[in-house]
């Protein structure tokens, strides 16, 4: 499944309100975002979205209908997840996922 170009329409609309450099890269069969160099999310070839977030919030992140951590060859990846499209019904679900990660890439160095 090739991911789903309405919600990358809507990610990217979202990140150009923003004062970031942001570039779009083609990746896992999935669109993902980089800003400042760093990935910080993706519209994922599942249909869903895959957010990066604060590794120190993964409990409260956890607990939210529709999210599941990702993993990688049997790995877990902290700070990753995936957000099922259902969790992601209203523009104010998206913005708020798109939101978390921008701050959390925001610590990070650009590269």
Excluded at 69 to 85: D, H, I, K, L
């Amino acid at each position: 499944m090739a991911y789903d170009e309405r919600l990358a329409e809507e990610v990217r609309e979202r990140l150009a309100a923003e004062d970031f450099d942001v570039v779009e890269k083609k990746m896992f069969g999935g669109l993902g975002f980089m800003v400042e160099g760093n990935l910080a999310v993706a519209a994922s070839r599942r249909g869903g979205l895959l957010v990066r977030t604060d590794p120190d919030d993964a409990e409260e992140v956890e607990s939210r209908p529709g999210v599941e951590p990702m993993e990688s060859t049997g790995r877990r990846m902290p700070g990753w997840y995936f957000v099922a499209p259902e969790a992601l019904a209203s523009e104010d679900d998206l913005e708020a996922w798109v939101d978390r990660a921008l701050a959390f890439v925001a610590t990070l160095p650009p590269k």
